[in-house]
């Protein structure tokens, strides 16, 4: 992971959200997993989608993205605005769902 993955992280799952430090920690373990599994050279994954009551907006899902074995970047965004959910709009070989 690079310090961009990190400082983003830091910034949008444990700065804006109100998770416990052990459910942050998973949803970091599953990050890493994610990236360890990956099988394609760039991917972005749905890692974690957030209860309403964890987040003061509506970026109810946490993605990563996995460029040659790296995680990149980690952002969130609304499950009810998917219109550029796919490997085209993301810019990716693939893309997929795998939740803690």
Do not use: A, P
């Amino acid at each position: 992971m690079n310090k961009h993955f990190i400082e983003r992280f830091r910034e949008r799952v444990i700065k804006e959200t109100h998770l416990s430090k052990e459910l942050c920690r998973s949803i970091l373990r599953k990050c890493l997993q994610v990236k360890s599994n990956s099988r394609y050279g760039h991917e972005s994954v749905c890692v974690h989608v957030f209860d309403k009551n964890d987040i003061s907006d509506n970026e109810n899902q946490l993605w990563v993205i996995i460029r040659n074995g790296i995680l990149t970047t980690t952002f969130r965004r609304s499950d009810k605005h998917n219109h550029c959910t796919n490997e085209w709009g993301m810019n990716v070989d693939n893309v997929r769902y795998e939740f803690v």
